[in-house]
Structures are given as C-alpha cells and as structure tokens.
C-alpha cells in the first residue's frame, strides 16, 4: 500500500492545485512511493492531476531537493514541477528550469 498524505499534505496539496488553476477536483498519488526511486523524496512527491481535463502537475514538497533525486522521475519540458525555492541549490534550480516548466513557491 502506497503511504496516504496526512490531513494537513491533503489541504496543501489542494491548496496549491487551486492556485495552479486546478478544480477542487483533484487527484494525486505518490509519485515516488513503491517505485525504488530516491528514498529522499519518498512521501512529499505526487503528480497531482484533474481527471476532467487530464492536465496535470508534479508536486515536491522535500525540504532539499538535489539532481541526483530528480534525474530518474521522467520529468520532461511538458511538465510542470512546483517546488519549494527553498528546497533548491542553484545547480537543481537550473537543472529543472532547463527540463521542466519549474514554479517555485
């Protein structure tokens, strides 16, 4: 069994969907969850996706995010990574700005 966000994940996640421009109507799953990926963003990782329109976006919410973590997640420039910029060192940052649509919040 995937883990479940706690209560307060839930509402953020939510909370950050809607200023994505998303309905209440999202779902997300864990996107590192059971996949062997890096341990390090196991549990505040998720594609986060509204099943009306199919848009979707990939959400960490690690308090360190470094390439080695995210090389592997099939992360292309038609994907949208909302991150913390907190959570970012300059070299990721550009990394991902460099291969993904980043929004940092």
């Known amino acids: 069994m995937l883990p479940v966000p706690n209560p307060a994940d839930d ?3 939510r909370e950050i969907a809607a200023a ?3 309905s209440a109507d999202v779902h997300y799953f864990d996107l590192v969850g059971g996949c062997g990926a890096n341990a390090a963003l196991n549990g505040c990782t998720w594609r986060v996706f509204e099943p009306e329109t199919l848009r979707a976006f990939v959400l960490c919410l690690a308090d360190s995010i470094r390439i ?8 292309d420039a038609q994907t949208t990574f909302v991150c913390r910029l907190s959570a970012l060192d300059d070299e990721t940052r550009a990394f991902l700005a460099g291969r993904t649509n980043l929004k940092c919040i």
Not at 68 to 75: E, R, T
């Open 68 to 75: 080695s973590d995210v090389a592997n997640l099939g992360l």
């Open 11 to 13: 509402a953020l996640i």
């Open 20 to 22: 994505q421009g998303f």
